[in-house]
Protein backbone atom coordinates (compact mmCIF):
# COMPACT_ATOMS: atom_id res chain seq x y z
CA UNK A 1 0.00 0.00 0.00
CA UNK A 2 2.82 2.52 0.71
CA UNK A 3 6.23 1.69 -0.06
CA UNK A 4 9.01 4.41 0.56
CA UNK A 5 12.63 3.84 0.20
CA UNK A 6 15.69 6.44 0.36
CA UNK A 7 13.22 9.28 1.07
CA UNK A 8 14.72 12.69 1.91
CA UNK A 9 12.78 16.24 2.49
CA UNK A 10 14.89 19.00 2.26
CA UNK A 11 12.54 22.05 2.33
CA UNK A 12 13.44 25.45 0.42
CA UNK A 13 15.55 26.95 3.56
CA UNK A 14 17.44 24.47 4.08
CA UNK A 15 15.97 22.21 6.72
CA UNK A 16 16.37 18.60 5.88
CA UNK A 17 12.99 17.18 7.45
CA UNK A 18 13.59 13.81 6.49
CA UNK A 19 16.99 12.37 6.29
CA UNK A 20 16.54 8.82 3.90
CA UNK A 21 13.59 6.94 5.07
CA UNK A 22 12.76 3.27 4.56
CA UNK A 23 9.26 1.62 4.82
CA UNK A 24 6.45 -0.32 4.02
CA UNK A 25 3.03 -0.21 5.30
CA UNK A 26 0.12 -3.19 4.40
CA UNK A 27 -3.45 -3.01 3.24
CA UNK A 28 -5.56 -3.19 6.50
CA UNK A 29 -2.39 -1.63 9.09
CA UNK A 30 -2.92 0.83 12.05
CA UNK A 31 -0.05 2.58 12.91
CA UNK A 32 0.95 5.57 15.39
CA UNK A 33 3.88 7.77 13.79
CA UNK A 34 5.43 8.85 17.07
CA UNK A 35 8.44 11.27 17.60
CA UNK A 36 9.90 14.64 19.37
CA UNK A 37 8.60 18.14 18.28
CA UNK A 38 10.18 19.32 14.33
CA UNK A 39 11.19 14.87 13.52
CA UNK A 40 9.59 14.71 10.53
CA UNK A 41 6.55 13.37 11.55
CA UNK A 42 3.94 15.96 9.48
CA UNK A 43 6.40 16.01 6.81
CA UNK A 44 6.06 11.97 6.62
CA UNK A 45 2.27 12.33 6.26
CA UNK A 46 2.20 14.88 3.87
CA UNK A 47 4.45 13.22 1.32
CA UNK A 48 1.67 10.62 1.08
CA UNK A 49 -0.90 12.76 0.33
CA UNK A 50 1.66 14.56 -1.65
CA UNK A 51 0.96 17.61 0.12
CA UNK A 52 4.76 17.95 -0.11
CA UNK A 53 7.63 16.38 -3.32
CA UNK A 54 10.59 14.29 -1.87
CA UNK A 55 13.99 15.55 -2.89
CA UNK A 56 15.04 12.21 -3.42
CA UNK A 57 14.00 8.55 -3.06
CA UNK A 58 10.97 6.54 -3.63
CA UNK A 59 7.47 6.85 -2.64
CA UNK A 60 4.57 4.58 -3.77
CA UNK A 61 1.28 4.70 -2.84
CA UNK A 62 -1.86 2.90 -3.82
CA UNK A 63 0.88 1.41 -6.15
CA UNK A 64 0.89 4.68 -8.08
CA UNK A 65 4.99 6.03 -7.87
CA UNK A 66 4.30 9.47 -6.68
CA UNK A 67 7.46 10.46 -8.14
CA UNK A 68 6.27 9.92 -11.50
CA UNK A 69 2.81 10.92 -11.75
CA UNK A 70 1.67 13.75 -13.75
CA UNK A 71 0.80 16.86 -11.31
CA UNK A 72 -3.00 16.56 -13.51
CA UNK A 73 -3.86 12.73 -11.88
CA UNK A 74 -3.19 14.23 -8.52
CA UNK A 75 -6.39 15.36 -7.22
CA UNK A 76 -7.76 12.00 -8.92
CA UNK A 77 -5.08 9.89 -6.52
CA UNK A 78 -6.11 12.43 -3.67
CA UNK A 79 -9.43 10.57 -3.97
CA UNK A 80 -8.70 7.14 -2.51
CA UNK A 81 -6.84 9.18 0.72
CA UNK A 82 -8.77 10.57 3.59
CA UNK A 83 -6.86 12.89 5.66
CA UNK A 84 -7.46 14.05 8.84
CA UNK A 85 -6.44 16.75 10.64
CA UNK A 86 -6.27 18.31 14.23
CA UNK A 87 -7.76 21.72 13.45
CA UNK A 88 -10.84 19.51 11.21
CA UNK A 89 -10.49 21.86 8.69
CA UNK A 90 -14.07 22.03 8.32
CA UNK A 91 -15.38 25.01 5.51
CA UNK A 92 -17.43 27.16 8.44
CA UNK A 93 -20.67 28.29 6.42
CA UNK A 94 -21.72 24.60 4.99
CA UNK A 95 -23.75 22.29 7.50
CA UNK A 96 -22.22 19.04 8.44
CA UNK A 97 -24.02 17.55 5.60
CA UNK A 98 -22.88 20.13 2.71
CA UNK A 99 -18.98 19.80 4.11
CA UNK A 100 -19.43 15.83 3.43
CA UNK A 101 -22.05 16.05 0.47
CA UNK A 102 -18.76 18.07 -1.22
CA UNK A 103 -16.08 14.90 -1.60
CA UNK A 104 -18.78 13.44 -3.69
CA UNK A 105 -20.33 16.00 -5.80
CA UNK A 106 -16.87 16.98 -7.24
CA UNK A 107 -16.89 13.17 -8.76
CA UNK A 108 -20.55 14.23 -9.52
CA UNK A 109 -22.41 11.34 -8.06
CA UNK A 110 -26.15 11.62 -7.83
CA UNK A 111 -28.45 13.43 -5.48
CA UNK A 112 -29.95 10.29 -3.98
CA UNK A 113 -26.87 8.68 -4.08
CA UNK A 114 -25.06 11.55 -2.22
CA UNK A 115 -28.03 11.89 0.52
CA UNK A 116 -27.74 7.70 0.72
CA UNK A 117 -23.80 7.90 1.54
CA UNK A 118 -23.43 10.93 3.89
CA UNK A 119 -25.93 9.24 6.06
CA UNK A 120 -24.38 6.32 6.20
CA UNK A 121 -20.89 7.62 7.28
CA UNK A 122 -22.77 10.25 9.53
CA UNK A 123 -24.43 7.44 10.89
CA UNK A 124 -21.14 5.58 11.75
CA UNK A 125 -19.89 8.52 13.22
CA UNK A 126 -22.88 9.46 15.92
CA UNK A 127 -24.22 12.28 14.53
CA UNK A 128 -27.02 11.76 11.97
CA UNK A 129 -29.16 13.98 14.02
CA UNK A 130 -26.58 17.10 13.39
CA UNK A 131 -26.72 16.93 9.67
CA UNK A 132 -28.42 20.44 9.66
CA UNK A 133 -25.83 21.88 12.08
CA UNK A 134 -23.06 24.61 11.11
CA UNK A 135 -19.57 23.30 12.44
CA UNK A 136 -19.91 26.41 14.91
CA UNK A 137 -22.75 24.54 16.43
CA UNK A 138 -20.84 21.47 17.28
CA UNK A 139 -18.53 20.51 20.15
CA UNK A 140 -14.62 19.83 18.85
CA UNK A 141 -15.03 16.32 19.37
CA UNK A 142 -17.98 16.50 16.92
CA UNK A 143 -16.54 18.60 14.42
CA UNK A 144 -13.39 16.30 14.58
CA UNK A 145 -15.92 12.97 13.92
CA UNK A 146 -17.79 15.05 10.59
CA UNK A 147 -14.17 15.34 9.58
CA UNK A 148 -13.51 11.92 9.60
CA UNK A 149 -16.84 11.25 8.31
CA UNK A 150 -15.82 13.38 5.19
CA UNK A 151 -12.27 11.46 5.13
CA UNK A 152 -14.25 8.26 4.39
CA UNK A 153 -16.90 8.57 3.16
CA UNK A 154 -15.62 8.03 -0.74
CA UNK A 155 -14.39 4.96 0.90
CA UNK A 156 -10.80 5.37 0.78
CA UNK A 157 -8.26 3.14 1.22
CA UNK A 158 -6.35 4.86 3.50
CA UNK A 159 -6.67 7.33 6.00
CA UNK A 160 -4.02 9.55 7.13
CA UNK A 161 -4.88 11.60 10.51
CA UNK A 162 -2.11 14.25 11.96
CA UNK A 163 -3.10 14.26 15.21
CA UNK A 164 -6.44 13.91 14.94
CA UNK A 165 -6.66 14.17 19.04
CA UNK A 166 -4.71 17.19 19.55
CA UNK A 167 -7.37 19.92 20.17
CA UNK A 168 -9.88 17.53 22.01
CA UNK A 169 -9.96 16.28 25.59
CA UNK A 170 -8.95 12.78 27.16
CA UNK A 171 -12.64 11.43 27.09
CA UNK A 172 -13.55 12.97 23.29
CA UNK A 173 -9.98 11.21 22.16
CA UNK A 174 -10.95 7.96 23.14
CA UNK A 175 -14.41 8.14 21.22
CA UNK A 176 -12.01 9.42 18.18
CA UNK A 177 -10.18 6.48 18.09
CA UNK A 178 -12.98 4.16 18.75
CA UNK A 179 -14.05 5.47 15.26
CA UNK A 180 -10.64 5.26 13.45
CA UNK A 181 -10.53 1.87 14.81
CA UNK A 182 -13.89 0.72 13.75
CA UNK A 183 -12.86 2.56 9.99
CA UNK A 184 -9.84 0.18 10.16
CA UNK A 185 -11.88 -2.74 11.37
CA UNK A 186 -13.77 -2.53 7.92
CA UNK A 187 -10.60 -2.93 5.99
CA UNK A 188 -8.96 0.60 5.61
CA UNK A 189 -5.55 1.74 6.12
CA UNK A 190 -4.71 4.20 9.33
CA UNK A 191 -1.68 6.43 9.33
CA UNK A 192 -2.05 8.69 12.76
CA UNK A 193 0.92 11.03 14.05
CA UNK A 194 -0.09 11.23 17.20
CA UNK A 195 1.98 12.88 20.73
CA UNK A 196 -0.71 10.57 23.19
CA UNK A 197 1.43 8.50 25.52
CA UNK A 198 -2.43 7.19 26.45
CA UNK A 199 -3.54 6.35 23.53
CA UNK A 200 -0.69 4.57 21.82
CA UNK A 201 0.12 2.86 24.99
CA UNK A 202 -3.69 1.60 25.59
CA UNK A 203 -4.55 0.95 21.91
CA UNK A 204 -1.51 -1.18 20.94
CA UNK A 205 -0.71 -0.51 17.45
CA UNK A 206 2.33 -1.06 15.29
CA UNK A 207 4.70 2.36 16.16
CA UNK A 208 6.99 3.85 14.00
CA UNK A 209 9.40 6.54 16.31
CA UNK A 210 10.67 9.05 13.43
CA UNK A 211 13.72 11.54 15.26
CA UNK A 212 16.10 13.70 13.07
CA UNK A 213 14.26 12.78 10.15
CA UNK A 214 15.12 8.90 10.49
CA UNK A 215 13.03 6.24 11.48
CA UNK A 216 14.55 4.96 14.87
CA UNK A 217 12.10 2.66 15.82
CA UNK A 218 9.00 0.22 14.26
CA UNK A 219 7.24 -1.93 16.56
CA UNK A 220 4.34 -4.20 16.21
CA UNK A 221 2.18 -3.56 18.88
CA UNK A 222 4.97 -0.64 20.12
CA UNK A 223 4.90 1.84 22.71
CA UNK A 224 4.59 5.48 22.67
CA UNK A 225 8.07 5.59 23.85
CA UNK A 226 8.99 8.95 25.01
CA UNK A 227 8.04 11.17 28.78
CA UNK A 228 5.74 13.59 28.21
N1 LIG B 1 7.08 24.14 4.87
C1 LIG B 1 8.23 24.07 5.55
N2 LIG B 1 9.28 24.84 5.20
C2 LIG B 1 10.44 24.78 5.88
N3 LIG B 1 10.68 23.97 6.92
C3 LIG B 1 9.68 23.16 7.32
C4 LIG B 1 8.40 23.18 6.67
N4 LIG B 1 7.60 22.27 7.28
C5 LIG B 1 8.33 21.72 8.27
N5 LIG B 1 9.59 22.25 8.29
C6 LIG B 1 10.68 21.88 9.19
O1 LIG B 1 10.96 20.50 9.01
C7 LIG B 1 11.21 19.87 10.26
C8 LIG B 1 10.20 18.74 10.46
O2 LIG B 1 8.91 19.31 10.60
P1 LIG B 1 7.57 18.45 10.77
O3 LIG B 1 6.44 19.40 10.77
O4 LIG B 1 7.58 17.35 9.76
O5 LIG B 1 7.79 17.83 12.23
P2 LIG B 1 6.78 17.11 13.23
O6 LIG B 1 7.49 15.91 13.73
O7 LIG B 1 5.48 16.91 12.58
O8 LIG B 1 6.64 18.17 14.39
P3 LIG B 1 5.40 18.44 15.41
O9 LIG B 1 5.30 17.25 16.30
O10 LIG B 1 5.86 19.67 16.16
O11 LIG B 1 4.18 18.69 14.57
C9 LIG B 1 11.14 20.95 11.33
O12 LIG B 1 12.46 21.42 11.55
C10 LIG B 1 10.33 22.05 10.67
O13 LIG B 1 10.67 23.31 11.14
Known sequence: MIDMQGVYKKYPNGVTALNGVDVTIEQGEFVYIVGPSGAGKSTFIKLIFRE????????????????KVKEKRIPHIRRDI??????????????????????????????????????EVLDLVGLKNKARFIPDELSGGEQQRVSIARAIVNHPKLVIADEPTGNLDPDTSWGIMNILEEINARGTTIIMATHSKEIVNTVKKRVIAIEGGLIVRDEHRGEYGYEV
Not at 86 to 105: C, G, H, R, S, Y
Open 52 to 67: VKPTNGKVVVNNVNLQ
Open 82 to 119: GVVYQDFKLLPKLTVFENIAFALEVIEETPKNIRRRVM
